[in-house]
């Protein structure tokens, strides 16, 4: 085992929730909306500042960065406590509550309101329900193209317990466990190796798992380096990262500035133009670097001022409604432009936004609470009397990160980029 260093928070922090990383999955939904406001406009094509508008889609990389924190931290806790690993089945049962009523809704919902969809057929019901449907080109429907990042992330969910039997091991060694996950980043840089050769398309492989593997990767090392820092089991050198987070702005204003490079031509081009293999890998480290910025100061470090506002009750709401934002927000903008008859890239910018986050936060709010709050409810009831009242689980408190977002679209038609 490692040099321990002592532990920097109360026992009861260890194993319990994370509250002020809720807010963060409210500022990933909030900026990708900008995102694909920005693009509806044509506000991102044809201002100097649209290039900040285009770069919104950093938010998948918040989300994505955040499940891989978020999902592995009850494992390296669990072995980092001596606890029995959590149960795959249970993981797997708590996944899909969270994840499938409310998307299985949407997709009835945008496959039969939506003019668009008028002739979608039985593979396109099928292929939206099963997550299959970012395995072959133009198969993503009106109000749907988002879901492309919502596939991917499932297969992350579905190979986590395997990953995480395989990088944990039998005995906490949280050094071994993030050079393991790190090599995720090896997945996704032979991907990109490929893409620069030719053998796979920039605009499909794009939305597969293998692209965004170090994405997840770096969020399930956080979670090991966390969970080692809470358990008094981190080296020193892993000290580096409460000293990070005690400086906030720093660390904000180092990911600002890194989003500026990601304005310019070097993270590709901001328009219906495919990326090169290098520019995307150039856009994913960057978007990589930039939600760990984001994330440290609010996952790690002792109380702030910071934390207290992430996690005040205002924020915590909006991360919980956020998964029915990332669901609902596409669909409200083709209504939008339904209603208003406007043409594709026209209306403003502001009352777009507007319209799009009120009506999109309606439906995100019916969504939580008519459908996944109280599926959430039921299974956690389920759970309680199998275990019974007195009995530990043997499980922390795992918080639930929402999916990625979304694809502008062009028609119905997915334009893919890093999750715009």
């Known amino acids: 085992m490692s040099t321990a260093a002592a532990p920097t928070v109360s026992e009861p922090s260890v194993t319990g929730r994370l509250p002020a990383l809720d807010a963060l999955r409210a500022i990933g939904a909030v900026a990708v909306v900008g995102h694909h406001v920005g693009f509806q406009t044509a506000v991102t094509m044809n201002t100097i500042w649209g290039g900040w508008l285009a770069r919104l889609d950093v938010g998948v990389a918040i989300f994505f960065v955040l499940s891989g924190f978020l999902l592995f931290r009850p494992w390296a806790l669990n072995a980092a406590t001596g606890r029995a690993r959590p149960r795959a089945k249970r993981y797997l049962w708590r996944r899909a509550l969270r994840i499938l009523p409310a998307y299985w809704l949407a997709i009835a919902v945008c496959l039969i309101v939506l003019p668009q969809n008028g002739q979608a057929s039985v593979a396109d019901w099928i292929r939206h329900l099963t997550f299959t449907q970012i395995y072959q080109p133009g198969q993503l429907r009106a109000g749907l193209s988002q879901t492309w990042s919502l596939a991917t992330e499932v297969v992350f969910y579905l190979l986590l317990p395997l990953i995480a039997v395989l990088t944990v091991g039998r005995s906490w060694r949280p050094v071994r466990t993030i050079v393991i996950v790190s090599g995720s980043a090896l997945l996704t840089a032979g991907w990109l190796i490929l893409m620069g050769l030719g053998w796979l398309d920039t605009t499909l492989h794009t939305m597969w798992f293998p692209s965004y593997a170090a994405w997840f990767g770096a969020g399930m090392a956080l979670a090991a380096a966390h969970a080692a820092l ?132 309606v439906y995100a709010t019916a969504s939580y609470y008519g459908v996944e709050r109280p599926l959430q409810l039921l299974g956690s009831q389920r759970r309680h009397r199998r275990t019974g009242p007195g009995q530990a689980s043997g499980t922390p408190a795992a918080d639930v990160a929402a999916p990625a977002t979304t694809a502008p679209t062009v028609a119905g038609t997915p334009v893919p980029t890093v999750g715009g």
């Not at 109380?303 to 205002?314: C, H, T, V, W, Y």
């Not at 934002?325 to 209603?339: C, D, G, Q, R, S």
């Not at 008859?341 to 026209?346: E, I, K, V, Y």
């Not at 209306?347 to 936060?361: I, K, Q, V, Y």
């Open 230 to 361: 809470r358990t008094g089991t981190a080296p020193a050198v892993f000290r580096v990262l409460d000293d990070l987070a005690s400086a906030p702005v720093t660390c904000w204003a180092a990911a600002v500035g890194l989003m500026a490079i990601a304005t310019t031509p070097v993270a590709g081009p901001r328009d219906l133009a495919e990326p090169t293999a290098a520019e995307f890998g150039v856009k994913l480290a960057l978007y990589l670097l930039i939600a760990a910025l984001i994330l440290i100061p609010v996952a790690f470090g002792g109380p702030s001022r910071a934390k207290e506002i992430f996690g005040s009750s205002s924020a915590r709401w909006l991360g919980a409604v956020s998964y029915g934002l990332f669901l609902w927000h596409p669909m409200v903008i083709e209504l939008i432009y339904l209603v208003d008859d406007r043409p594709l890239f026209s209306g403003g910018l502001l009352n777009t936004f507007a319209l799009t986050m009120a009506f999109g936060l």
